[in-house]
């Protein structure tokens, strides 16, 4: 199974207008919002993990 890499369009312009936010802070700004972006992730990652071991637990 081949896994998309890239970003779609919609992520690029969500990237870029992140980009111009960061911009903006100060460096105790950017780095609270570094550390709520990363336990962002965490959380996703958490959900991803719990999904599959829920499906892959599930009798066919």
Partial sequence: MEL???LS???QFSLR???EQVK???QEQAQEMLLEV???LMI???VI???LKD???KPV
């Fill in 55 to 57: 499906d892959l637990l």
């Fill in 4 to 6: 998309p890499i890239g």
């Fill in 17 to 19: 207008a992140y980009a």
């Fill in 24 to 26: 903006q802070l100060n």
């Fill in 9 to 11: 369009l919609e992520q």
């Fill in 44 to 46: 996703k990652e958490n």
């Fill in 49 to 51: 993990r719990s999904l």
């Fill in 38 to 40: 990363l336990r962002q």
